[in-house]
């Protein structure tokens, strides 16, 4: 049977774009309402939470830089080295709104800061979590590491370059890498433990939508967990909406569905137009619905080894449009990409024992190395070019020999003649 067409002519497409248009315009204009109640006076009084703090690069100023959110906004912001401050903490302060443009409201903005005040509170659910977790680990930095790959917490700046470095930045970022593990993982165990209960009580129910259910169900909270992280938040909505899709007996890899999930989360979130980390979520799928476009014949052994390195040097040009850090040791960020798909679910499952420390050592070794790199940030024209013979080669298969001829010249460049030409 063949599958069905997700959207079947223009009229359907009018009335999904009006229906995206209305969304976005009611939440552009609370965004907008918020925007008029900061900036009404020159300053503002609110409160918010550290979300990570650092020391100033000017190390002249005594400050550290903070990063605060807030309940309708995040910002940076220089606090005195004095105000002993930690992540996590609630503070109170007096923001200066007056230079403040909505545009800089909704994409995140620096400002200064004056009485600065910590806040008793209680701690979290996950707040308690994450001092669990870092109890586990005697090295700091280590439970920093896992509270970011389990709870998408700030990670400290060290850790930040350390992995921007080995070019492993996106399997620190939670995202669909690691909605898949963790659906996977769930899957396994709830069909051992749901399998006997629906053959003797259910059988005449559809044993895996179920359970896909079930898992959805989790996801959702996971995401409430975790303040609703943007490339989470792709990832969890296309799970849902590749769910309707195969139900519905819809193409599930298809770049329409990627391109109305992304169109649902900007009508819903308009702040997230301005989140490198969705863009790159949505620029990982994109070239993960392109190699199977274009690969799918492959064997699957050799597909599941080649599919790493290609996405990895096809985003290569974008992400070194935004994050010049480049060293020769990102090379082995594909295979650590697919070891990684074993260390996720087993350092979680050490850690919701109490034994997250076990591989400490081995983090502890990775963590002290030293692997020298440069900066080397894409130029705008190739920036540009790459992303149009991208969405070409979505129609035309000339265009894919072109964009791989154009992957392999930027990397070879990038790898070979900026370290030894």
Not at 30 to 35: C, D, G, I, R, V
């Amino acid at each position: 049977m063949e599958p069905l067409k997700l959207i079947n002519n223009k009229k359907e497409w009018l009335y999904l774009f009006i229906i995206f248009l209305l969304f976005f315009s009611f939440n552009s204009y609370k965004e907008y309402n918020n925007f008029k109640e900061f900036s009404s006076d020159e300053i503002y009084q609110t409160s918010g939470k550290v979300l990570n703090i650092f020391p100033d690069k000017d190390q002249t100023k005594n400050t550290n830089i903070a990063k605060i959110e807030t309940a309708n906004f995040t910002f940076f912001t220089s606090i005195p080295n004095t105000i002993e401050l930690k992540q996590s903490n609630h503070i109170e302060f007096i923001v200066v709104s007056q230079k403040v443009t909505f545009y800089d409201f909704v994409k995140g903005f620096f400002a200064p800061t004056f009485n600065v005040e910590l806040l008793p509170s209680n701690p979290t659910i996950i707040e308690n979590i994450n001092q669990t977790i870092l109890a586990q680990h005697q090295n700091s930095l280590i439970g920093n590491l896992f509270n970011t790959l389990f709870f998408a917490t700030s990670l400290n700046k060290e850790l930040q370059n350390l992995c921007a470095i080995y070019g492993i930045s996106h399997i620190v970022a939670i995202s669909g890498f690691h909605l898949g593990i963790i659906s996977f993982v769930l899957f396994f165990i709830f069909n051992l433990l749901y399998s006997p209960i629906h053959q003797k009580y259910f059988p005449y129910r559809n044993k895996k939508v179920d359970i896909l259910i079930l898992i959805s169900v989790i996801l959702f909270l996971y995401l409430l967990a975790i303040n609703l992280v943007p490339s989470f938040l792709r990832s969890f909505l296309m799970f849902l909406f590749g769910l309707f899709l195969l139900r519905s007996n819809i193409k599930l890899f298809s770049f329409i569905s990627l391109f109305l999930v992304i169109l649902i989360i900007i009508a819903l979130y308009p702040k997230l137009l301005f989140s490198l980390s969705l863009w790159f979520s949505v620029a990982g799928v994109f070239y993960i619905f392109l190699y199977i476009q274009y690969f799918n014949t492959l064997n699957k052994y050799l597909s599941f080894l080649l599919f790493n390195f290609w996405i990895f040097f096809a985003i290569n040009p974008i992400t070194h449009f935004f994050f010049g850090t480049t060293s020769i040791i990102q090379l082995l960020s594909p295979l650590i990409t697919i070891g990684f798909i074993i260390f996720y679910p087993i350092e979680l499952f050490l850690h919701l024992i109490g034994y997250g420390d076990i591989l400490d050592n081995l983090i502890y070794i990775w963590i002290n190395t030293n692997p020298s790199s440069m900066i080397f940030l894409t130029p705008t024209f190739i920036f540009i070019g790459h992303i149009i013979i991208s969405f070409l080669a979505v129609q035309y298969r000339i265009w894919f020999y072109v964009l791989n001829l154009d992957i392999l010249i930027f990397n070879s460049y990038l790898y070979y003649f900026i370290y030894y030409g």
